[in-house]
T-cell receptor
Framework: DAKTTQPNSMESNEEEPVHLPCNHSTISGTDYIHWYRQLPSQGPEYVIHGLTSNVNNRMASLAIAEDRKSSTLILHRATLRDAAVYYCILRDAANTGNQFYFGTGTSLTVIP | ETGVTQTPRHLVMGMTNKKSLKCEQHLGHNAMYWYKQSAKKPLELMFVYSLEERVENNSVPSRFSPECPNSSHLFLHLHTLQPEDSALYLC???????????????FGPGTRLLVL
């Protein structure tokens, strides 16, 4: 799976939007972009995934750059419950094993 | 609530003990996984089961023994563990094997294991 780069940590004020960036300059045309998050003392939780088009669900939005070399996870209104480590993961449809490579992610702090 | 439950949530055991971790998924999925998460390290895949058959064993020591009696239940039997085995053990499931790039995995809350 191709490599992703994320900032180690970010802060956001409560009730404000949060934009979590992910760089994946070596992405291939068949790589899916997945986002998971892990709250303290819990297992990872699926957030969203996409291939080329922007995606929206009840948790977040995923904005994918036109060249697909970067993407942004958007939390529209941060709450204290959104404090977690956010992982950006690429999954290659052409060469995918069973494991998700989580990396070190971005630790999001939400300030009341 | 992800539909994947794990018990116990916390476990302390000595190096000579035998214990088992249990995972149950209520999602009707066909594939189940055990992961290990040590402090400051990425998740490590340990075992993969598809339709109750083990399909992957990532060089895990024999002191860890998985069992999948049916597609909803997964166990990890532990014996003669070492202190370095202390970690968060996570169970996950997916509709089918995660070889499909669009497949998502659903994780349980984990069992925090401390080996003394």
């Amino acid at each position: 799976d191709a490599k992703t780069t994320q900032p180690n940590s970010m802060e956001s004020n409560e009730e404000e939007p949060v934009h979590l960036p992910c760089n994946h300059s070596t992405i291939s045309g068949t790589d899916y972009i997945h986002w998971y998050r892990q709250l303290p003392s819990q297992g990872p939780e699926y957030v969203i995934h996409g291939l080329t088009s922007n995606v929206n669900n009840r948790m977040a939005s995923l904005a994918i750059a036109e060249d697909r070399k970067s993407s942004t996870l958007i939390l529209h209104r941060a709450t204290l419950r959104d404090a977690a480590v956010y992982y950006c993961i690429l999954r290659d449809a052409a060469n995918t094993g069973n494991q998700f490579y989580f990396g070190t992610g971005t630790s999001l702090t939400v300030i009341p | 609530e992800t539909g994947v439950t794990q018990t116990p949530r916390h476990l302390v055991m000595g190096m000579t003990n035998k214990k088992s971790l249990k995972c149950e998924q209520h999602l009707g999925h066909n594939a189940m996984y055990w992961y290990k998460q040590s402090a400051k390290k990425p998740l490590e895949l340990m075992f993969v089961y598809s339709l109750e058959e083990r399909v992957e064993n990532n060089s895990v020591p024999s002191r860890f023994s998985p069992e999948c009696p049916n597609s909803s239940h997964l166990f990890l039997h532990l014996h003669t563990l070492q202190p370095e085995d202390s970690a968060l053990y996570l169970c996950a499931s997916s509709q089918d094997l995660a070889r499909l790039a669009s497949e998502t995995q659903y994780f349980g809350p984990g069992t925090r294991l401390l080996v003394l």
